[in-house]
């Protein structure tokens, strides 16, 4: 480096380095300035220079000035890597790969080089390579740890768990005897414990259970210890170890007796295990004697107390689920009801808990005491039993006595937050979204420091689709200053949401810019891996870093990515569905109009082209800011140059655009029904007659039952011509499921469009008759709130019928009075409505709610609450 210069000007060089490594960016210029006044083409200086550059954000320089600097001096490795250095802050990793590569071809053997090519190579996967180049590292420097390390980790990510062993015991023997010292146990710890588990991937369990027991003086580790104990000897399956095996789970449940996996390995090591849950009368008593003494053992644990409610049954059961709630409901514990719900799957059980706890209720009303008790309970206590009562009855339907049990808890005690909170998701649970809306918001104007209520309180707003107060809610807990920016910085998926809602109301544009936002932090996830590549060598921390790895790899399948994903999709069908109108369509639309109709469109149009330019001049106010760090950096705030979405509108395909995404679907989440019937859709638009015929295969084989499948199915041979009688295969569809009937109409006017009266009468011969199902106390309604939605938005787009429609509302309305789409009695749509006030008052931000006197300002940062000055309970 610098070695053309002369001394003076190779010591500044130096410096220009030391300080990029410390971020003395100006000192660093200063230096590679006082260095090119003197020799102006001096290639390495000129790299540095913008090297430096391009951390102060500037880039277009520090382009322009290393590409100058490689011109000048092609066979430099320093300016090669800097060149890549720069590539790589952009993401360009393969460029940067490429630069890396001709930079070794001048000096093959620079540490620096190598070491930041092996962290592109595993970044990329380039696993080949990534071996190759970390056992050149480990020839040039076989001293150094990370070196052994990195060679063994890059064995086993290459698939050979096995080579990456021999390494690691290669490593082992350079080490003396007494090693580790005292500030390295832990490294040395978990590189013990690494080994142990590659040897258990290759199936060398004997082996690996002989060197954990031969290695348990050196690991720190004793929990990590004792599981990979417990996981060898599962494997291992051997009669004599049964014993061995349950001590070592009844000494984890002595570090963590409440894991629940614990519990149910051990429930294995004595063959008292069922997947499905079912056991004999005989494993029952053997199971509630094990757990009767280890609740002896282990006291404090909730876990050993809740879980023998998963197997008992009839009497025993009531006695335990007794035993176990009474005390949560004294203690006053919110997520009791979270507890209990998967017990309401369970046949029978759902009958016994609410008859129980409404045996409590008439106790507690009538005596204070708990039934057979005679200390009296706090009267929180009440309240937190009708609080229990309201949810029960939330998930079986019965809204009405649900709300009448909240309510009755809010009148009891109307300063706990929770209450609210269930209100709000009975009332969303109702159909009544604008109520849940302004009971989450009435819950976070009472804890204005709690993040968890806001974040609630948002959710609710969105699917109230009131964005605008979601979005100025949210940022109440962000940063100050460039707010939503700082809201999208915290990747907390809000944009989901918030795109779900704008698709909805028919805003693609923003629609789209939301989902995109979703997918731009799964990239950036993506990316944040980068750092972790040699922070994890060094701090040994090689068990995790395998697992992010892997993590990594199936990122693209978690549900928010589908959803995201699929939402843009959605968006791009739309689009081509419906295309934006030309301006010159438009005029001619205007032109058949009346004059007072243009008129009105003409000020409707002002307003709103008055209103983007005023929130456009807000924004470049806020962003035309800059800031400049200590180290010379400067903070420009980036302006959206497209706020409204409106350019990723305009693109010329958008199938074509769908079809990237849907590939990543189809990659990542093969397993789900949505993927397939949206490759029907944007195939069959394709006219991929052969891809649409693969996604309705696809559909059959997960679910040949569904609606969906069944309208695709229909579909495809309409559109390929080879049925004879296609009615015959919507008769099939004609099962007593709401849903089926509709997919039977919707294709039936679809194959033959005169018989829409028939296909109308389907839909309206159907009944919403009364069914058993688990958790619920007797018969409940079929009929699904989503699932009437769907069929009265058929009724209006699909066979265009509004009279139909109108009924079909009215009905509805009779079944869901607290809906507000189909303006049930109950509901906040209709103004005579006990939420009618509530809603009214969430637009503007204030509360008045019935149990409590208050007027809060919704988006108050203060924290006070003068309504609940002289408040008595």
Not at 46 to 51: A, I, N, Y
Not at 291 to 318: C, H, M
Not at 436 to 444: H, I, M, Q, T, V
């Amino acid at each position: 480096m610098g070695a053309s210069l002369p001394p003076k000007e190779a010591n500044l060089f130096k410096v220009i380095v030391k300080s990029y490594e410390t971020k003395q960016y100006k000192k660093g210029l200063k230096a590679a300035d006082t260095i090119l006044k003197k020799f102006p083409d001096h290639g390495e200086t000129l790299s540095m220079k913008g090297l430096t550059l391009n951390c102060l954000d500037r880039k277009s320089e520090a382009y322009e000035l290393v590409r100058l600097g490689l011109k000048n001096d092609l066979k430099s490795h320093v300016c090669w890597h800097v060149y890549g250095l720069l590539y790589r802050s952009d993401r360009e990793y393969r460029e940067a790969i490429k630069c890396y590569r001709n930079a070794l071809r001048i000096d093959p053997d620079n540490i620096e080089i190598l070491r930041d090519l092996s962290l592109l190579q595993a970044q990329m996967r380039d696993l080949t390579g990534f071996v190759e180049t970390r056992q050149q590292l480990l020839t040039l420097k076989p001293n150094h740890r990370m070196n052994w390390i990195g060679f063994a980790v890059a064995h086993h990510l290459n698939a050979n768990a096995s080579k990456a062993v021999e390494i690691l015991e290669a490593y082992e023997g350079t080490l003396d005897d007494d090693y580790p010292p005292d500030n390295e146990r832990c490294e040395h710890g978990e590189m013990l414990l690494y080994k142990i588990s590659l040897l258990e991937e290759c199936r060398f369990f004997d082996r690996a259970l002989d060197e954990l027991y031969k290695k348990e003086p050196k690991l720190v580790d004793k929990l990590a210890y004792k599981e990979q104990e417990v996981s060898l000897l599962v494997k291992l399956g051997r009669p004599e170890d049964g014993e061995k095996l349950s001590a070592a789970y009844k000494a984890l449940l002595l570090m963590n007796p409440d894991n629940y996996s614990y519990y149910e390995g051990l429930q294995k090591s004595v063959g008292l295990f069922s997947e499905s849950g079912q056991y004999s009368s005989e494993e029952i008593e053997q199971l509630e004697t094990l757990y009767k003494s280890l609740e002896q053992l282990y006291t404090w644990s909730t876990a050993v107390k809740r879980i023998p409610l998963d197997f008992l049954n009839g009497e025993k059961f009531r006695s335990a689920a007794d035993g176990y709630i009474r005390p949560l409901l004294t203690k006053g514990v919110p997520s009791l009801f979270s507890d209990l719900s998967p017990l309401y799957n369970h046949t029978g059980k759902a009958d016994i808990l609410e008859q129980l706890i409404l045996d409590l209720e008439q106790s507690l009303r009538k005596t204070g005491c708990y039934p057979g008790r005679k200390e009296k309970e706090r009267p929180s206590t009440l309240m937190w039993t009708l609080f229990l009562l309201a949810q029960q009855y939330d998930r079986r339907g019965q809204f009405e006595v649900a709300i009448a049990k909240i309510d009755e808890a809010i009148a009891h005690t109307p300063t706990v937050i929770d209450l609210y909170l269930v209100k709000g998701r009975i009332l969303k649970h109702a159909g009544d979204l604008m109520a849940a809306a302004a009971l989450a918001d009435e819950a976070r104007c009472m804890d204005l420091a709690d993040r968890y209520i806001n974040s609630e309180c948002v959710k609710r707003m969105l699917q109230a689709d009131q964005v605008t107060l979601a979005e100025r809610t949210a940022v109440l807990f962000t940063k100050d200053g460039d707010q939503h920016n700082n809201l999208h910085d915290m990747q907390c998926m809000y944009e989901l949401a918030s795109g779900q809602s704008y698709f909805r109301q028919g805003d693609l544009g923003r629609a789209l810019k939301k989902f995109l936002a979703v997918e731009k932090h799964y990239s950036d996830i993506t990316e944040d891996q980068f750092d972790f590549h040699s922070y994890c060598l060094r701090k040994m921390t090689l068990r995790a870093y395998v697992e992010m790895l892997k993590f990594q790899d199936r990122l693209h399948s978690h549900p928010y990515f589908h959803k995201a994903a699929a939402g843009a999709i959605r968006c791009y069908i739309r689009l081509y569905d419906s295309p934006p109108k030309s301006s010159v369509e438009e005029e001619d639309e205007m032109s058949k109009l009346l004059p007072a109709q243009k008129k009105k469109i003409r000020q409707k149009q002002r307003k709103a082209e008055a209103r983007a330019k005023k929130e456009a001049e807000e924004k470049s106010e806020e962003s035309s800011a800059i800031t400049v760090s200590k180290s010379g950096k400067r903070h420009v705030k980036a302006v959206d140059p497209d706020p409204h979405g409106e350019k990723l509108l305009q693109v010329e395909d958008p199938l074509l655009e769908a079809t990237k995404y849907l590939k990543l679907l189809q990659k990542n989440s093969s397993n789900s029904l949505e993927t397939h019937l949206l490759s029907f859709e944007v195939n069959m638009r394709k006219q991929k007659i052969l891809l649409a015929f693969q996604a309705v295969k696809q559909l059959m084989k997960l679910d040949a039952e569904s609606p969906d499948s069944h309208r695709c199915l229909v579909k495809f041979f309409h559109k390929v011509g080879s049925m004879s009688a296609p009615v015959s295969d919507t008769e099939k569809l004609i099962w007593n499921s709401l849903m089926h009937r509709a997919a039977a109409a919707e294709m039936l006017f679809v194959l033959e469009p005169d018989k829409k009266a028939e296909a109308i009468k389907l839909i309206e011969d159907s009944s919403n008759s009364l069914v058993s199902i688990n958790g619920a106390r007797g018969p409940v309604r079929e009929w699904k709130l989503k699932d009437c939605i769907a069929v009265h938005n058929l009724l209006q787009t699909i066979l265009v019928d509004n009279d139909a429609a109108l009924r079909w509302k009215l009905r509805c309305a009779e079944h869901f009075p607290y809906s507000t789409y189909f303006e049930g009695s109950q509901s906040s749509a209709v103004p005579t409505s006990a939420y009618s006030q509530i809603s009214k008052n969430a637009a503007n931000g204030t509360i008045n709610h019935a149990g409590v006197s208050q007027s809060v300002d919704s988006l108050a940062s203060n924290g006070k609450l003068e309504g609940f000055k002289d408040l008595t309970i």
